[in-house]
């Protein structure tokens, strides 16, 4: 069974890879809007799906690091908790899988808002602002992988 997991890895991967842009931005609903969520929901979803599986798979590492750059230099001129969160999310696996600090900083910048309100801060060079998140990708998978594979 893990080894057929394992092997419809690659399609979704590669359907994932084929639908993104050449920057590793994506689309939700219309064509070049370089959606946000679209991106931080799937990323977060590929890369905890390949953590769980153990893969070792160099050119999905490639494809995740093209994802997250774009995403260190890109926001939402709106505020939107849930995609703020999961950008935090998806860049802190990013950091776990590739070692590279740059990650879990941009991942630290989408931090803290849930501790400090609505305070806002603005990113040097980025459009919009990026809401703190405290630490919510300390917390979040281990909560939501206990609800999966129980105490």
Known sequence: MVSSACASWRS??????????ADGSCD???????????LVFSTYAMTEAYMELGLQRPDLVDFFR?????????NETGQLANHQ??????LYNIYQITGDDAYRRASDDFCNYASRGS???????????????????DRLPR?????????
């Open 12 to 21: 979704p991967a590669s359907s994932t890879r084929a639908s993104s842009h």
């Open 119 to 137: 305070t806002r801060r603005v990113v040097p060079g980025v459009r919009g602002s990026r809401p703190r998140l405290s630490h919510l990708h």
């Open 143 to 151: 909560q939501a992988l206990s609800k999966i594979k129980g105490p």
């Open 85 to 90: 969160a999961f950008a935090a999310l998806a």
């Open 66 to 74: 093209l994802r997250g750059d774009w995403l260190r230099t890109h």
């Open 28 to 38: 939700d609903y219309f064509p070049f809007e370089r959606a946000l969520g679209a």
